[in-house]
């Protein structure tokens, strides 16, 4: 038996890294996915090679009437929604004395803001077709600070948070809807390779991420999938407002 089977799943930042592979194995375990990033043409390549149990939609988390829409084509499209998963996320490495208030704004805005919207918009639809289970990708670093991650850092502490609220609102209402948030460090991701790939050499800089790992190495897109595939799945249906930490050891120093 599939483990997602006749759930429907939105997967924000589904064209990429962490959200492409969520997307890909939702799908392979019985979901219908829907692959909503802001890179449109990124999110069809992803649904169409999965195929019929797939569409793509057009989705800047920022934008409160953009969620709505992509709301509406999921339940035109699957007639319900089960399961979102907020992957969509960007980072700025400055320090709290370097970073500008634009660059705080828009980096709070997509990791924080987002996931906000389409909870607020998601869950009176997703309470028609209980159960159903809200997964946020915050970070380590919501968890454990780094000197020249500041906004980035509040904004996945904030999103940690936010899965919490979320979670005992829902279990107070008997909603029967799960929230819950995902806290990956280094995963081998377009992201992550940005960081490798930023300067200097990038063999150098992979075994300078690889060496802050206890394991001794960068973690892969499906060990955050995996994690998320159980968290979908009413597999876990007694767990809820908790933390699931994908690090390698780190927090455990
Ligand atoms: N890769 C890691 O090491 C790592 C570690 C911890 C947490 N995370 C978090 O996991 C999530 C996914 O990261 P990733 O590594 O897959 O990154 P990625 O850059 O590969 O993918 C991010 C995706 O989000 C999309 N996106 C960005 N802003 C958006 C917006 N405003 N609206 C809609 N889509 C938007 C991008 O187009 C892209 O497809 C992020 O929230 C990130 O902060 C990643």
């Known amino acids: 038996m599939a483990r997602v089977a006749n759930k429907v799943a939105l997967i924000t930042g589904g064209a990429s890294g962490l959200g492409k592979a969520t997307a890909e194995l939702l799908a392979a375990e019985g979901a219908k996915v829907v692959v909503a990033d802001r890179n449109l043409d990124g999110a069809r390549k992803v649904a169409e090679a999965i195929g019929r149990n797939a569409i793509a939609v057009n989705l800047d988390v920022t934008n409160e009437q953009q969620w709505i829409a992509a709301l509406d084509v999921t339940e035109t499209a699957f007639g319900k929604l089960n399961v979102m998963v907020h992957s969509a996320g960007v980072g700025v490495l400055k320090n709290i004395e370097d970073i500008s208030v634009e660059e705080w704004h828009f980096v709070h805005n997509v990791n924080l803001h987002g996931p906000f919207l ?40 904030g999103a940690r948070m936010l ?9 107070k209402r008997k909603y029967d809807i799960r929230c819950n948030s995902v806290h990956p ?27 802050q790992v206890p394991l001794g190495r960068l973690g892969e ?23 699931f930490v994908l690090d390698g050891g780190i927090t455990a120093q």
């Open 221 to 243: 897109p499906i060990d955050v999938a995996n994690c998320i595939l159980y968290l979908a799945s009413d597999e876990s249906k007694f767990v809820t407002g908790t933390e």
């Open 185 to 211: 460090t280094f995963i081998d991701t377009p992201m992550v390779q940005s960081m490798i790939y930023a300067g200097g050499d990038p063999a150098d800089r992979r075994a300078k991420l690889e060496a």
């Open 163 to 171: 899965a919490k609220t979320t979670a005992l609102h829902c279990a």
């Open 118 to 157: 389409g909870i607020k918009h998601g869950l009176p639809r997703m309470k028609k077709h209980a159960p159903g289970s809200i997964i946020i990708i915050s970070s380590v670093s919501g968890i454990i600070a780094g000197h020249n991650m500041s906004a980035y850092n509040t904004s996945k502490a």
